[in-house]
């Protein structure tokens, strides 16, 4: 199943069984179910709880802090990760603020989703990455699609628990499969799962046991897939084993997987397709080479993108986001 | 650091067997002398930080929450100390709030602008917090409680360009949603001619919200508009407005005020305790003056020596 | 590849001699054949991202365009394809912009949202752009120009707040602002009556802004009205707003239209070349028309060569 | 002269000698002067230029925006450094793109000054200092106010250049006396300038030579001062000799001047008033970790607030952000 489908269906799924869960954003409204179809069917299914709404996007993430104050379970999609800007006072002055503000005496759990990333020519400010601007805003987890770990499983525990969160999808990824880690989709492939300690899992991809890799590579959203498969082509081609660790959780980072991977490799590349510079990776460099300052073989390397605009022409904007060959000759160095 | 009591003092926040006029005048006064002695106790020292008192439209504040009952909520601005205490008599968590201590309303954290009780919030930048009004009466409509969010704001938060945002999907999703513009003529330093350009109330009518604009400080005034209007969106289930036209007869914060002195003073003379204080019998007034000074008077001894 | 050439084709921008109505058809008609050759690029796969067409809409483009002088300034949205065709008659630098050339508009950068031309600007970030059409009208108005600032914005851009925030300042500093908001009934997916609350014209004036509402395809109405607006604009050298009802008769990007058949066929009655072909004598019209397709014929020969 | 005076003064000397110079602000006009005072007597002389403007700090930024395209040099004050969420579509979405996504047909040099950093017990809306969500932006520099250097010598240089600027004024500077590195406020402190690479300088402050020195502080800011007296204090009293090097831009971070100074200390502590997590110095640890790796004596050392809202109380929000003690004994760590 492609993975927009695997994520409407969860959100088919938190709708029928948790009747605080509400749906609101621009345009998600049957027939035209999104901006990129993740919502088909809901709101003829769920007309109350499955708002399209007004080009409002700070507005709309204000009613859903709202709706959460009062114990409502708003999920809100955000058209484009480019439009996050718009969101960015009610998320940091208002909706991560509020429990602590208030001493805990109140909730805000809204989770945002929105489509990032590039690679479709849809130019400047339509292919933006912008999470590394949420990351270490205190009290907001930041979360990245993935084709590893199902997105039920992600949002049940994104219910579960009362903080707000940002839930990023690379939008390579809506059509791409969903990887079942267990099944038979990538036979070469091992695939495993580092519960971690913040409630959502990293999933391990590698082509030979950890014990043989010597470099870990910590990547998130169409990265991941892309690490993934340089991973493979490495191993085959080059007998280069990279240990691929996709977290579902990217902010605040759980350590323990990545500590657990590094311990062994030591030798570390981060990828994101952010603009370099106080982006994610940079957080993991730091704490990384503090953490294993005296053990790493090599500096950490990161992938980024360049520091500028996303050109709208395919062929400028591949040489600003990273590529696969940029991810594997990263993997290359760090290997050495 | 003894523990406060936070029981809402009778004297302070009166009873409902009260007669009406005397119970409103009791409760204006309550938060004039609240603010009066947070204001001293800034001078002392004894207060740190910032705060936003609203002497003079305490008339907004009480009027109001006559007609609230337990589910309605309340969604304040940075000016809310009358708002809260309005709402919940809660002087002695306010006050140790302000003092910064953990038995405050917010355990110090939020401090004079950042306070919440049942019911009640607020938050000191401007006009993000219309949506969440907006937000809490959608869930309010979503569950069916016949319940209504009420949204205060200055004139100045006009400028803020999510107060339209919001306006428009109340509007069109007809929300519970009351909001009341409290205008007093000024935006921190800056007059309302050099901030605001057309109409107030067409702000609101704009985006089909019935509003209702009254000019006046007295309280009895407030309350009976504020009892129509309230139960004008209980009925309908949608939004209204209403802007008051009242001033400010103290700073903006502590110390800042560099309004026309002829102009303040002048407004002196609708001072809302002044304008509803006449109607009283004046021994009767002097007893809940004293009663409420006595009020005041023994939270901040208590917190004094607690300091 | 060969450097394309950009200075503007008689046989699409027409000449100053040309009759009016010949020249208004010409320009509208040039809108449509350039636009309808980039759908069929895109179907091809020749071109790729995305973009919005304005098909349908081609008369606000051209009559608003009739009214302007250089140093006045347009800042368009989006759906700027016609906008800045009308502005520019940079058919060529437009066209190469989309197919990602060096040569193109923005170098590629820009891609069919975001077209830079001296005194044209346009991003796809709705709303967003008008604060900074009103900068522009504070320069204009600071060095004592005559110029005026132009904004088009869509229907559902009115959700956005920064739109409130500017047509307030706007207004207050009196800024050559001339607002065109094209109404196409439609925002993207959503129809006008489920993102829209209250009434679009009373938005503005609700901020002191005079505004004119017309619901029309003809470009000659419309040409007149803005003459009259723009006129009044340069004249006040304060903002007003032009509110014009029309409709988008092709998809909102490339292949995403959910909206009632029979609505859009019914539209097509309206399309503004039928409303002002009519009135050329068939013969010049089918010139026009030929020299026209010719022109654009021709472009995209030339970049279909390069490719 | 107090910090406050010398940047007021420095507006004044710009709207004089500049034309294009015009202030926009929230409260700006006298007689009040703005939130903290430092446009006071500026709109009395120069009424058109310097404007009062409504409570829409998102319009202000934009209409800044927009006299920037057309030639001017807007200087936007957004009263406080909490309310720049409310700014950041247009910094991020227009101002910062619009050279580059015009292919540099267009420049657009708006500079935002705010006021930010607790220490007043504002409460935790009016204490942030936000700053770390800028670093970053591909095209916008970040520049810190300091007692060191000339804000005249700042703003000349930001005006001479067409890269938009936030310019983060922290508020405990404000009644504060500029140090004159050259005079003798601190006779005991050796001052010196790198001129570095960006066009601003980082200047350097420490009690004993450099090459004396055995740790470098990186630091901005009122921390910049905080860190000038903890090196004072520690060289007294503990014979622990820190050289504090203070940029005048923060981001990009100008490399030269502090790899000049942790080649030879070879141990480094950074220090802000941001959150931890993703801020200026997650950046600094890791390109210093990248470009020093294996020649560092420690792990670099960050100091930085508690990620966690700043209380309003007094004695709250001195337990989150970092004060003297904290910066002292992280110099105490790394020097070892
Ligand atoms: C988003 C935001 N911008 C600016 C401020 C600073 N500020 C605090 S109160 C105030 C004036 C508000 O005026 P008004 O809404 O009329 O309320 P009043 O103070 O008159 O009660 C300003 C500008 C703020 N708190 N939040
Ligand atoms: C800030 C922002 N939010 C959302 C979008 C996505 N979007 C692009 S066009 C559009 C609809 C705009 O409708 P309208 O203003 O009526 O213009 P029209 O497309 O009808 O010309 C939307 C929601 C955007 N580009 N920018
Ligand atoms: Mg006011
Ligand atoms: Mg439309």
Request: net charge negative.
């Amino acid at each position: 199943m492609i993975f927009s489908r695997a994520l409407g269906n969860t959100l088919r799924a938190l709708l029928e069984r948790d009747p605080r869960v509400i749906l609101l954003g621009e345009d998600i409204a049957d027939p035209y179910g999104g901006a990129f179809k993740v919502t088909r069917g809901l709101s003829t299914d769920f007309p109350d709880r499955v708002r399209t709404t007004p080009v409002s996007e700070a507005a709309i993430t204000g009613i859903a802090a709202g709706l959460a104050l009062e114990g409502f379970r708003p999920i809100v999609e955000v058209m484009f990760c480019d439009f996050t800007t718009l969101c960015f006072d009610q998320v940091l002055n208002h909706i991560a603020k509020y429990g602590a503000m208030y001493d805990h005496q109140v909730e805000c759990p809204v989770i945002l989703r929105t489509p990032a990333g590039g690679g479709r020519g849809y130019g400047p400010t339509h292919s933006q990455s912008l999470e590394k601007h949420f990351l270490g805003i205190p009290h907001l987890r930041v979360v990245a699609a993935s084709l590893y770990l199902d997105p039920l499983t992600v949002f049940s525990q994104l219910l579960s628990q009362s903080e707000p969160v940002l839930y990023v999808e690379h939008k390579l990824l809506y059509p791409l499969s969903m990887v079942d880690a267990g099944g038979d989709d990538s036979p070469e492939l091992l695939f495993g799962l580092d519960s971690g300690e913040c409630g959502l899992p990293t999933v391990t991809i590698s082509a030979v046991p950890r014990r043989e890799c010597t470099v870990t590579v910590f990547a998130y959203g169409y990265g991941a897939v892309q690490a993934a498969n340089a991973a493979w082509d490495l191993a085959i081609e080059e007998e280069i084993f990279a240990e691929i660790l996709v977290p579902a959780q990217i902010a605040p980072v759980d350590w323990g997987p990545l500590e657990r991977s590094v311990a062994v490799t030591r030798s570390l590349v981060t990828v994101e397709e952010g603009t370099a510079g106080w982006g994610w990776g940079s957080e993991v460099a730091a704490q990384v080479s503090r953490r294993f300052f005296g053990s790493l073989r090599r500096p950490v390397e990161s992938v980024a993108s360049a520091r500028d605009v996303i050109p709208a022409a395919r062929h400028l904007e591949q040489q600003r986001i990273p590529g696969a060959e940029a991810i594997a000759q990263a993997i290359r160095e760090a290997a050495r | 650091m003894p523990a406060i009591d936070r029981t809402p003092d009778l004297r302070l926040v009166g009873s409902p067997e009260e007669p009406r006029d005397e119970r409103l005048f009791r409760r204006m006064f309550f938060l004039r002398c609240f603010e009066e002695a947070v204001l001293d106790l800034f001078s002392e020292g004894l207060l740190n930080g910032t705060t936003h008192c609203c002497i003079g439209q305490e008339a907004d504040c009480v009027g109001i929450a006559e007609h609230l009952t337990p589910g309605d909520h309340v969604f304040s601005n940075h000016r809310c100390h009358g708002h809260y205490l309005a709402h919940t008599g809660d002087a002695a968590g306010l006050l140790a709030e302000m003092t910064g201590r953990s038995d405050g309303v917010c355990g110090g954290v939020g401090g004079s602008q950042h306070l919440c009780a049942p019911g009640f919030k607020s938050n000191g930048v401007l006009g993000g917090t219309m949506p969440a009004a907006a937000g809490i009466a959608l869930a309010q409509q979503l569950r069916g409680t016949g319940h209504l969010s009420v949204a205060f704001i200055g004139d100045g938060t006009l400028g803020e360009g999510v107060v339209y945002e919001t306006l428009n999907i109340a509007s069109l999703w007809r929300l519970p949603l009351f909001v009341v513009c409290e205008d007093n003529a000024w935006s921190q330093s800056t007059p309302k001619r050099l901030n605001m350009a057309g109409g107030l109330r067409e702000r609101f009518e704009a985006f089909g919200i019935p509003t209702r604009e009254i000019d006046t400080t007295d309280v009895l005034e407030i309350d009976h508009t504020a009892g129509e209007e309230i139960a004008a969106v209980r009925h309908a289930g949608s939004p209204r407005a209403l802007v008051i036209q009242t001033y400010r007869l103290c700073h903006h914060s502590k110390s800042d005020d560099n309004r026309p002195l002829a102009e303040v003073e002048s407004r002196w003379l609708l001072d809302p305790l002044r304008v509803h204080g006449v109607r009283l019998d004046g021994q009767r007034r002097g007893e809940i003056e004293s009663e409420v000074r006595q009020g005041i008077g023994s939270l901040v001894e208590c917190l004094r020596r607690a300091a």
